[in-house]
């Protein structure tokens, strides 16, 4: 059924489609508007779920482990300084690979304080063992978010649903919510192999001495890796039950015979889509839409940058003393392989500057002058030093 909804409450109908048992809330903006229009629904009785509503972020984390952990689908929500709050149980939920779902509402990380967009939250916790998805546009976060329970469940990888804070949450977009049954039969019923049972006591998390950790960080890499052709597979299935997919790993679109690539993951896609095709002069670009950001797909990036001579990398984080993380990470991929594209790293949209659709001329112009300035280079370069 298309409808004109608000991204978050759109992922607020998406969650509710997929029948969760637990849901822990705790407001933070610009996530909010996700957890109250679940609390609606359970008003209104629409969703049946325990909805527990917890003093901190911490709290939302821990009680969406133990209701997994007990055998009940469960998801949370959160952004920003609460993704902080919740590290230390997050690192835990995935240690002990329990199948749940989280939203993040991409939102930068203070001090200085900032509501706005970037991806500083779910970067600082990238090495959690969390699966982490972005979508480009409130379609792909409400199909994504259907296709994680699913993939949370056949995996017992914990996933990450991120889309980016205010642009995607706070805007109206038409959507194509998937009726229950369609749902019903995409989605198995909630089940967890390993959980905790009193007839049958085991338990989760213990104590590992050094001659076994190793084994289990190991074990898990190698279920991240396992996991990049479950989400494809599951896209794939999505998109017979529905029609639609959300790329798999990623997507490539744009010029295939292009020399100069341009990749991006969440909403910033949609702007450089826009750049490309109203900007035709500035010369044609293959676009690299990235989705799956944790697994790392290195095999598939590689296939989508074959014969590009320069490779234009947007972050929307920036980690202090080494630059642009996605950059680098694209870099160590590429690192062997031969023939490689150049590598042109730009932090922007950081602490939700905006990124105007001229960005594309001005990266394209970028590549042949490294003098060109980009916007957000620009803009920094008016400040005099000591107000940098």
């Known amino acids: 059924m298309r409808d004109a909804l608000e991204g978050s409450q759109a992922i607020a109908r998406a969650v509710s489609l997929c029948k969760p048992d637990v849901v822990a809330a705790y407001p933070i903006t610009p996530q909010t508007h996700i957890v109250e229009n679940l609390s609606k629904l359970v008003a209104e009785g629409d969703l049946h779920t325990e909805f527990v509503s ?10 969406v482990l133990g209701a997994a952990a007990a055998g009940a689908r469960a998801y949370t929500a959160t952004a920003s300084q609460g993704v902080l709050l919740m590290a230390e149980v997050l690192f835990n939920i995935a240690g002990m690979r329990i199948p749940l779902v989280m939203t993040v509402a991409n939102r930068a990380v203070s001090a200085p304080l900032s509501i706005w967009n970037d991806h500083g939250d779910s970067m600082a916790v990238r090495d959690s063992g969390w699966i982490q998805l972005h979508a480009a546009d409130n379609q792909e976060a409400v199909d994504t978010t259907i296709q994680a329970f699913r993939i949370t469940q056949e995996t017992e990888l914990p996933v990450m649903v991120c889309m980016d804070g205010f642009i995607l949450t706070h805007t109206m977009e038409v959507i194509d919510l998937p009726d229950q049954a369609t749902v019903d039969a995409f989605l198995p019923p909630f089940e967890f192999a390993r959980k905790l049972d009193p007839q049958d ?10 001659g076994f950790f190793a084994e289990v960080r190991h074990s898990h890499h190698a279920a991240m890796a396992k996991a990049l052709s479950v989400i494809a597979d599951t896209d794939s299935a999505w998109e017979s039950a529905t029609g639609r997919a959300c790329g798999g790993l990623l997507t490539v679109e744009g010029d295939k015979d292009a020399a100069v690539g341009i990749v991006a993951m969440g909403s910033t896609t949609g ?16 676009l690299i839409k990235l989705r799956s950001f944790r697994p790392f797909p290195a095999q598939a990036l590689i ?18 003393g080494l630059g642009g993380i996605l950059g680098t990470e694209i870099a160590a991929a590429l690192a062997d392989v031969p023939n490689a ?4 790293n730009h932090a922007l949209g950081l602490g939700g500057r905006d990124i105007p659709e001229t960005i594309y001329a001005d990266l ?7 003098d060109a300035p ?15």
């Open 201 to 210: 006591p085991k338990s989760l998390g213990t104590l590992v001495d050094p």
């Open 54 to 63: 917890v003093e901190s972020e911490f709290s939302a984390a821990s009680v």
């Open 341 to 344: 594209p150049k590598i042109h």
């Open 303 to 320: 296939e989508a940058t074959d014969g590009l001579d320069h490779l234009i990398v947007i972050d929307r984080a920036i980690s202090p």
């Open 374 to 388: 980009l916007v957000f280079d620009a803009d920094m370069a008016k400040l005099a030093p000591e107000d940098r």
């Open 271 to 286: 702007t450089l889509r826009a750049g490309m095709a109203h900007h035709p002069d500035a010369g044609p670009a293959r």
């Open 364 to 370: 394209m112009a970028a590549v042949t002058d490294p």
